[in-house]
């Protein structure tokens, strides 16, 4: 990897008339000014249609993509919608924070339109991208089509005949909701079509994306229902154990995930096919993939299911170099990034270092006045990638009034800086001291390079409520801040290299 950097955004924060961001003009934009700032990487977050508590890491489908994220900027330009119609499908939305309350009622009425105008059934392309999407379409939009019709139920609530997909269930499902069953699969193409110009617009500017899967699946889910085989599940269909992580010194009763878990013995069977083509639809969305608690590769956690906490799980053996080993005779060298953060065992590490990918240090964690941390910079090497802080971390900014005492003592030492110094010039110290380390890679949220406060934070772990919803002001990410970020950026050796087709302008310059 070549030395680099780039910038943390989800693509539900950006600015967007829309109420959530989306791939509109917004996106483009942001695409320049990454380039402005010569960062070579965009890192979002997971693009999965979100279920309960909007997280991207509950997605009722690991290949599939988020219709919210769908601009209705081209779908009015299609002529399937008004422009009206797009107003009062974004009236009462909020330009700081995402409001899925009002998108949920408002948004799928709008993209019902569009659907019932486009005549996308004779469309040669959308059958085509059908056909090619056959091994996980047709499920995912019956899936989503019986949950519209038994008012978002669980699929484990339906009754047993389709729960268990029988076959005459099947048919008789998809023929009574054909309508609902097209119109995911409309939803999807337009997904894949919009994010595809988009993404080909950011790599003919130098900028790659680097996308972020979670390791489990959702349990309310067309991949659980449509493949419980792969799954550890009774004989009623129902989880034997779910994912979590267990007790430790920041919640004494653990985090209960509930994920179901994977039957690793049944995915060796088939040859990691499920995962060979999740990996796969992650490499047409993606330049770079970090995928999420890579640990459990190597023992994962599994907690009864029904128990109320995390308490009483115990540790299990996952795949190992197996899964990687499968993935790269089929697929070659992936460029992967591994979230190796938290407790780590030899196993751990001795994985890592088997797979040859990068795992994450972020300097938020490195400041301890016990003992000597991992995530402080000496400690680097150059096959990693470095944050200030991820989404799941506080915003630099308030990070440095939330820090006990003795432990920000040590950050302003090793920063050679003072107790007086404003917390906007320990943010700038801190991403200075991320850019200026050995690790290849270097990526930056936006939040920070903004100086704002934890009313800017993404999401706080364990936490349900107001996670998920910040956006970024509208012209926030400016020429100013870009040309800072692209000196600083030169300073230290991460300049993305210059490609021949920036110098000839975008088409979404102010």
């Given at each position: 990897?070549?030395?680099?950097?780039?910038?943390?955004?989800p693509?539900?924060?950006?600015?967007?008339?829309?109420g959530?961001?989306c791939?509109?003009?917004?996106?483009y934009?942001?695409?320049?000014?990454?380039?402005?700032?010569?960062?070579?990487?965009?890192q979002?977050?997971?693009?999965g249609?979100t279920g309960?508590?909007?997280?991207?890491?509950?997605?009722?489908?690991?290949?599939?993509?988020?219709p919210?994220f769908i601009?209705?900027?081209?779908?009015?330009?299609?002529g399937?919608?008004?422009r009206?119609?797009?107003?009062?499908?974004?009236?009462?939305?909020?330009?700081?924070?995402v409001?899925?309350?009002?998108?949920?009622?408002?948004r799928?009425?709008?993209?019902r339109?569009a659907?019932?105008r486009?005549g996308?059934?004779?469309?040669?392309e959308?059958?085509?991208?059908?056909?090619?999407?056959?091994?996980?379409?047709?499920?995912y939009?019956?899936?989503?089509?019986?949950?519209?019709?038994?008012?978002?139920?669980?699929?484990l609530e339906?009754?047993?005949?389709?729960?268990?997909?029988?076959?005459?269930?099947?048919?008789?499902?998809?023929n009574?909701?054909?309508?609902?069953?097209?119109?995911?699969?409309?939803?999807?193409?337009?997904?894949?079509?919009?994010?595809k110009?988009?993404?080909?617009?950011?790599n003919e500017?130098?900028v790659?994306?680097?996308?972020d899967?979670?390791?489990y699946?959702a349990?309310d889910?067309?991949?659980?229902?449509a493949?419980?085989?792969?799954?550890?599940?009774d004989?009623?269909?129902r989880?034997?154990?779910?994912?979590?992580?267990?007790?430790?010194?920041?919640?004494?009763?653990?985090?209960?995930?509930?994920?179901?878990?994977?039957?690793?013995e049944a995915?060796?069977?088939?040859?990691?096919?499920?995962?060979?083509?999740?990996?796969?639809?992650?490499?047409?969305w993606?330049?770079m993939?970090?995928?999420?608690?890579?640990?459990g590769?190597?023992?994962?956690?599994?907690?009864p299911?029904?128990?109320?906490?995390a308490?009483?799980?115990?540790?299990?053996?996952?795949?190992?170099?197996?899964?990687?080993?499968?993935l790269r005779?089929e697929?070659?060298?992936?460029?992967?990034?591994a979230?190796?953060?938290?407790?780590?065992?030899?196993?751990?590490?001795?994985?890592?270092?088997?797979?040859?990918?990068?795992?994450?240090?972020?300097?938020?964690?490195?400041?301890?006045?016990?003992?000597?941390s991992?995530?402080?910079?000496?400690?680097?090497?150059?096959?990693?990638?470095v944050?200030?802080?991820?989404h799941?971390n506080a915003?630099?900014?308030?990070?440095?009034?939330?820090?006990k005492?003795?432990?920000?003592?040590?950050?302003?030492?090793y920063?050679?800086r003072?107790?007086?110094?404003?917390?906007?010039?320990?943010?700038?110290?801190?991403?200075?001291?991320?850019?200026?380390?050995?690790?290849?890679?270097?990526?930056?949220?936006?939040?920070?390079?903004?100086?704002l406060?934890?009313?800017?934070?993404?999401?706080?772990?364990?936490?349900l409520?107001?996670?998920w919803?910040?956006?970024?002001?509208?012209?926030?990410?400016?020429?100013?801040?870009?040309e800072?970020?692209?000196?600083?950026?030169?300073?230290?050796?991460?300049?993305?290299?210059?490609?021949?087709?920036?110098?000839?302008?975008?088409?979404?310059?102010?």
């Amino acid at each position: 990897m070549r030395r680099s950097s780039g910038v943390l955004l989800p693509v539900a924060s950006l600015p967007s008339e829309y109420g959530i961001g989306c791939f509109d003009k917004s996106a483009y934009e942001f695409v320049e000014q990454l380039a402005k700032a010569g960062q070579s990487y965009w890192q979002i977050l997971p693009m999965g249609p979100t279920g309960y508590g909007d997280s991207p890491y509950q997605s009722f489908s690991t290949f599939a993509g988020n219709p919210y994220f769908i601009a209705p900027s081209e779908l009015l330009r299609k002529g399937y919608v008004t422009r009206e119609e797009c107003r009062e499908a974004a009236d009462g939305t909020d330009e700081k924070y995402v409001r899925y309350d009002i998108l949920y009622r408002k948004r799928f009425s709008l993209l019902r339109r569009a659907f019932a105008r486009s005549g996308i059934e004779t469309d040669a392309e959308y059958n085509t991208f059908v056909q090619e999407n056959a091994d996980w379409l047709p499920d995912y939009a019956l899936f989503m089509a019986i949950k519209d019709s038994k008012g978002g139920q669980s699929y484990l609530e339906w009754e047993e005949a389709i729960r268990r997909r029988e076959a005459a269930a099947m048919v008789s499902y998809r023929n009574k909701l054909i309508d609902d069953v097209n119109f995911y699969q409309f939803l999807q193409y337009e997904f894949s079509c919009q994010w595809k110009e988009l993404k080909d617009f950011a790599n003919e500017r130098g900028v790659r994306i680097i996308g972020d899967i979670p390791i489990y699946v959702a349990l309310d889910s067309a991949d659980t229902w449509a493949h419980p085989e792969l799954f550890q599940f009774d004989g009623e269909g129902r989880p034997v154990g779910v994912a979590g992580c267990p007790p430790d010194a920041f919640s004494a009763t653990g985090q209960l995930w509930g994920n179901p878990l994977y039957d690793w013995e049944a995915h060796k069977k088939t040859g990691y096919q499920w995962w060979l083509a999740r990996i796969r639809k992650c490499f047409q969305w993606y330049d770079m993939v970090r995928i999420d608690h890579f640990r459990g590769f190597d023992e994962y956690y599994a907690i009864p299911y029904g128990d109320a906490t995390a308490e009483f799980g115990k540790w299990e053996p996952g795949p190992g170099m197996e899964l990687f080993e499968a993935l790269r005779g089929e697929l070659g060298e992936l460029p992967i990034i591994a979230e190796d953060l938290g407790f780590l065992t030899d196993s751990v590490r001795r994985l890592l270092s088997d797979s040859g990918f990068p795992g994450m240090k972020v300097l938020q964690f490195a400041f301890d006045s016990r003992e000597d941390s991992d995530y402080l910079p000496y400690h680097y090497e150059r096959n990693s990638v470095v944050y200030t802080g991820t989404h799941d971390n506080a915003t630099t900014y308030s990070w440095w009034k939330e820090i006990k005492r003795e432990d920000r003592d040590v950050a302003l030492r090793y920063l050679n800086r003072g107790r007086f110094t404003s917390r906007k010039k320990r943010t700038w110290d801190l991403i200075c001291l991320a850019m200026g380390s050995v690790s290849d890679l270097c990526i930056i949220p936006a939040q920070d390079y903004l100086c704002l406060p934890d009313t800017a934070r993404i999401n706080t772990p364990s936490t349900l409520g107001f996670n998920w919803q910040w956006r970024m002001r509208d012209g926030a990410f400016d020429d100013i801040l870009c040309e800072k970020i692209r000196r600083m950026t030169k300073l230290y050796g991460r300049e993305a290299a210059k490609e021949p087709e920036e110098e000839s302008g975008g088409e979404t310059q102010e």
